[in-house]
T-cell receptor
Framework: KNQVEQSPQSLIILEGKNCTLQ??????????LRWYKQDTGRGPVSLTI?????NTKSNGRYTATLDADTKQSSLHITASQLSDSASYIC???????????FGSGTRLSIRP | SQTIHQWPATLVQPVGSPLSLECTVE??????LYWYRQAAGRGLQLLFY??????ISSEVPQNLSASRPQDRQFILSSKKLLLSDSGFYLC????????????FGEGSRLTVL
């Protein structure tokens, strides 16, 4: 069964600290792995997209890693800011049926 | 640059009433268009997608329907709303392949009472 699991479900950290969000996926055949940021009540916004041949991709203070062998991805946020408070959604694409599947997200709260 | 507009942002409707959510894309031609629903604490669920005018694919059986009367217009409808239709609806577009980058609208919060 194709699925995407994210952990933790929620996370609270202090402003300025770093954090890492995890994503495990089971899709076949794997095509790409994406991370989205979704502010409360808004549409998701793309942070990174990685194909199976890419191990890491950065977007400012956001760095995503991908291990296609273990089917794991992580999103590392450096020097967190209050504006980083949002849900972060991992999405796996699988190419045979041109499908993508969404994880349920990690709710990140940054405290001053 | 490309933009996507979705409206209304918030809607409160009684059970049994009709529904129409609209989505338009600007700055691109022949986009792939999608309607997603997001339940609290759940991943986005694909409802419909369209690769061209009049071409609609449904992913799950439900009380909703979709139409694409123009290249950059996508409409989500229902003749009679159910309580279970409440949720956050998102329109999105992508260029080319379905597995390409998705660009989402701002979402429509539907509450059915």
């Amino acid at each position: 069964k194709n699925q995407v699991e994210q952990s933790p479900q929620s996370l609270i950290i202090l402003e300025g600290k770093n954090c890492t969000l995890q994503c495990n996926y089971t899709v076949s055949p794997f095509s790409n792995l994406r991370w989205y940021k979704q502010d409360t009540g808004r549409g998701p916004v793309s942070l990174t997209i990685m194909t199976f041949s890419e191990n890491t991709k950065s977007n400012g203070r956001y760095t995503a890693t991908l291990d296609a062998d273990t089917k794991q991805s992580s999103l590392h946020i450096t020097a967190s800011q209050l504006s980083d408070s949002a849900s972060y959604i991992c999405v796996a694409g699988y190419s045979s049926a041109s499908k993508i599947i969404f994880g349920s997200g990690t709710r990140l709260s940054i405290r001053p | 640059s490309q933009t996507i507009h979705q409206w209304p942002a918030t809607l409160v409707q009684p059970v049994g009433s009709p529904l129409s959510l609209e989505c338009t894309v600007e700055g691109t031609s022949n986009p792939n268009l999608y309607w997603y629903r997001q339940a609290a604490g759940r991943g986005l669920q694909l409802l419909f997608y369209s690769v061209g005018i009049g071409q609609i694919s449904s992913e799950v059986p439900q009380n909703l329907s979709a139409s694409r009367p123009q290249d950059r217009q996508f409409i989500l409808s229902s003749k009679k709303l159910l309580l279970s239709d409440s949720g956050f609806y998102l329109c999105a577009w992508s260029g080319g392949q379905y597995t390409g980058e998705l660009f989402f609208g701002e979402g429509s919060r539907l509450t059915v009472l």
